[in-house]
C-alpha cells in the first residue's frame, strides 16, 4: 500500500518550467519553496507544461511577496474568463520567512529570482532564492572552471579504458 502511494507522490513532482540563466546571471545564498496563489486557467495552462521563468522575479510590497512577469499564457479552451498571460502574481509563505526575507533583501543588496516551477501534491509551489547578482569576470570564472571540471573528468574517463593521449 505505502509503495503506491509513494508512486503517485512521485507522479505529482512535475517540474513546469526551469530559470537556468537565474544559476548563471547569480550567486544563490538561500532558496525557498513558496505556494503561488493562480487562478484555474492558470492551472490548467500550466498542467498543460506552458510556461516561462525567463524575465521573472520577485519583490516584496507592503509585507507580501509578488512574482512579477511570469508569463503563463492563455488557456486554449478557455473563455472569457482567461487571465491576463504576465499578471503579478502572490506568493504564499509563513509571515516569519517574508520578514526574514524583508530584512535580506534590504540589507545586503540581495534580490529574490525564482528557479524552477512545478507541481507538489496537486498544488503548483515555486522555488524562490535569495541571490546576489554576478559580475562578467565572475561569470567567466565559472565557465574556466566549468571547462577544467570537464577535461579533467574526461581525462580520467580516458585512463580507466586505456586510452592515454
Not at 516569519?96 to 534580490?111: H, M, P, S, Y
Request: net charge positive.
Amino acid at each position: 500500500m505505502a509503495k503506491k502511494a509513494k508512486a503517485t507522490k512521485d507522479r505529482n513532482n512535475q517540474v513546469v518550467a526551469t530559470n537556468r540563466r537565474a544559476r548563471h546571471n547569480y550567486s544563490i545564498l538561500e532558496t525557498f519553496e513558496a505556494g503561488v496563489a493562480l487562478m484555474g486557467t492558470e492551472v490548467k495552462s500550466l498542467r498543460d507544461g506552458q510556461a516561462s521563468l525567463a524575465d521573472a522575479f520577485a519583490t516584496i510590497d507592503d509585507g507580501e511577496i509578488w512574482l512579477r512577469n511570469l508569463h503563463i499564457p492563455e488557456y486554449h479552451h478557455g473563455s472569457w474568463t482567461n487571465h491576463a498571460p504576465r499578471r503579478n502574481r502572490k506568493l504564499l509563505l509563513h509571515r516569519r520567512e517574508i520578514d526574514n526575507l524583508v530584512g535580506k533583501v534590504r540589507d545586503g543588496n540581495l534580490t529574490l529570482v525564482p528557479l524552477s516551477l512545478y507541481f507538489t501534491g496537486g498544488r503548483v509551489k515555486v522555488e524562490l532564492a535569495l541571490a546576489r547578482g554576478k559580475q562578467a569576470h565572475d561569470k567567466r570564472q565559472d565557465l574556466a572552471r566549468r571547462d577544467a571540471e570537464r577535461e579533467v573528468t574526461r581525462e580520467m574517463g580516458r585512463r580507466v579504458k586505456g586510452m592515454t593521449s
